[in-house]
Protein backbone atom coordinates (compact mmCIF):
# COMPACT_ATOMS: atom_id res chain seq x y z
CA UNK A 1 0.00 0.00 0.00
CA UNK A 2 0.69 3.45 0.17
CA UNK A 3 2.10 5.19 3.11
CA UNK A 4 2.30 9.53 3.44
CA UNK A 5 4.22 10.80 5.96
CA UNK A 6 3.83 14.66 6.71
CA UNK A 7 6.02 17.44 8.16
CA UNK A 8 5.96 21.34 8.83
CA UNK A 9 3.56 22.08 11.36
CA UNK A 10 3.70 23.79 14.04
CA UNK A 11 3.07 27.34 15.77
CA UNK A 12 3.79 30.58 13.97
CA UNK A 13 2.90 34.45 14.02
CA UNK A 14 -0.02 35.98 12.52
CA UNK A 15 1.45 37.07 8.57
CA UNK A 16 4.05 34.42 8.79
CA UNK A 17 4.81 31.45 6.15
CA UNK A 18 5.05 27.58 6.94
CA UNK A 19 5.57 24.85 4.34
CA UNK A 20 4.22 21.90 4.67
CA UNK A 21 5.56 18.78 3.08
CA UNK A 22 4.26 14.65 2.33
CA UNK A 23 6.25 12.08 0.50
CA UNK A 24 4.21 9.04 -0.67
CA UNK A 25 5.90 6.13 -0.77
CA UNK A 26 5.09 2.28 -1.55
CA UNK A 27 5.57 0.32 -4.93
CA UNK A 28 3.47 -0.16 -7.49
CA UNK A 29 1.38 3.44 -7.67
CA UNK A 30 0.87 5.91 -9.79
CA UNK A 31 -0.63 9.51 -8.68
CA UNK A 32 -3.37 10.99 -10.06
CA UNK A 33 -3.98 13.67 -7.73
CA UNK A 34 -2.33 15.35 -4.83
CA UNK A 35 -3.78 17.75 -2.24
CA UNK A 36 -4.59 19.26 0.97
CA UNK A 37 -7.22 19.01 3.53
CA UNK A 38 -7.65 21.00 6.43
CA UNK A 39 -9.91 20.50 10.15
CA UNK A 40 -10.36 22.86 12.67
CA UNK A 41 -11.95 22.69 15.90
CA UNK A 42 -15.86 22.02 16.00
CA UNK A 43 -15.41 22.03 12.20
CA UNK A 44 -15.55 20.26 9.09
CA UNK A 45 -12.69 19.45 6.90
CA UNK A 46 -12.40 21.60 4.29
CA UNK A 47 -10.50 21.64 0.93
CA UNK A 48 -7.42 24.03 1.28
CA UNK A 49 -5.68 22.99 -2.75
CA UNK A 50 -6.15 19.94 -5.21
CA UNK A 51 -4.05 19.38 -8.23
CA UNK A 52 -4.68 16.52 -10.47
CA UNK A 53 -2.00 15.55 -12.29
CA UNK A 54 -2.42 17.22 -15.72
CA UNK A 55 -5.52 19.35 -14.78
CA UNK A 56 -6.18 22.72 -13.63
CA UNK A 57 -5.42 23.76 -9.50
CA UNK A 58 -8.22 23.80 -7.33
CA UNK A 59 -7.97 26.16 -4.33
CA UNK A 60 -10.43 26.84 -1.41
CA UNK A 61 -11.94 30.69 -1.20
CA UNK A 62 -10.20 31.35 2.15
CA UNK A 63 -6.66 30.30 0.91
CA UNK A 64 -6.64 31.68 -2.53
CA UNK A 65 -3.69 34.21 -2.89
CA UNK A 66 -1.93 33.36 0.25
CA UNK A 67 -1.28 29.78 -0.42
CA UNK A 68 0.52 27.51 -2.95
CA UNK A 69 0.78 23.99 -3.99
CA UNK A 70 3.00 22.54 -5.18
CA UNK A 71 4.50 19.16 -6.08
CA UNK A 72 7.42 16.89 -7.15
CA UNK A 73 6.56 14.16 -9.23
CA UNK A 74 10.12 12.27 -9.12
CA UNK A 75 9.96 12.16 -4.86
CA UNK A 76 6.18 11.65 -4.95
CA UNK A 77 6.02 14.58 -2.45
CA UNK A 78 3.74 17.70 -2.39
CA UNK A 79 4.16 20.62 -0.63
CA UNK A 80 1.75 23.41 0.52
CA UNK A 81 3.39 26.89 1.12
CA UNK A 82 1.31 29.46 3.07
CA UNK A 83 1.74 32.84 3.21
CA UNK A 84 0.08 35.78 5.20
CA UNK A 85 -1.55 33.60 7.81
CA UNK A 86 -4.15 33.95 10.15
CA UNK A 87 -5.07 32.74 13.17
CA UNK A 88 -8.43 31.59 11.35
CA UNK A 89 -5.71 28.89 9.27
CA UNK A 90 -5.03 27.15 12.51
CA UNK A 91 -6.47 23.44 12.09
CA UNK A 92 -5.06 20.50 11.33
CA UNK A 93 -3.49 19.97 7.54
CA UNK A 94 -4.09 16.62 5.81
CA UNK A 95 -2.58 15.61 2.87
CA UNK A 96 -4.29 13.74 0.45
CA UNK A 97 -2.86 11.60 -2.34
CA UNK A 98 -4.99 9.91 -4.51
CA UNK A 99 -3.69 6.85 -6.99
CA UNK A 100 -3.74 4.31 -9.17
CA UNK A 101 -2.51 1.34 -7.90
CA UNK A 102 -1.67 -2.25 -9.41
CA UNK A 103 -0.10 -5.72 -7.76
CA UNK A 104 -2.05 -5.14 -4.87
CA UNK A 105 -1.50 -1.60 -4.61
CA UNK A 106 -4.95 -0.45 -3.79
CA UNK A 107 -6.43 2.26 -6.24
CA UNK A 108 -8.48 4.94 -4.24
CA UNK A 109 -7.75 7.75 -1.97
CA UNK A 110 -4.94 7.87 0.75
CA UNK A 111 -4.42 10.17 4.04
CA UNK A 112 -0.91 11.74 5.65
CA UNK A 113 -1.60 11.58 9.51
CA UNK A 114 -2.18 15.39 9.81
CA UNK A 115 -0.19 18.09 11.25
CA UNK A 116 -1.44 20.65 13.61
CA UNK A 117 -0.19 24.32 12.02
CA UNK A 118 -1.12 27.21 15.10
CA UNK A 119 -1.37 31.08 14.34
CA UNK A 120 -0.59 32.79 17.17
CA UNK A 121 -2.45 36.35 17.05
Known amino acids: QVQLVESGGGLVQTGGSRRLSCAASGTAFSITAMGWYRQAPGKQRELVAT???????IYGDSVKGRFTISGDNAKNTVYLQMNSLKPEDTAIYYCNIVVRGWYGTRTGDYWGQGTQVTVSS
Open 51 to 57: MPTGGNT
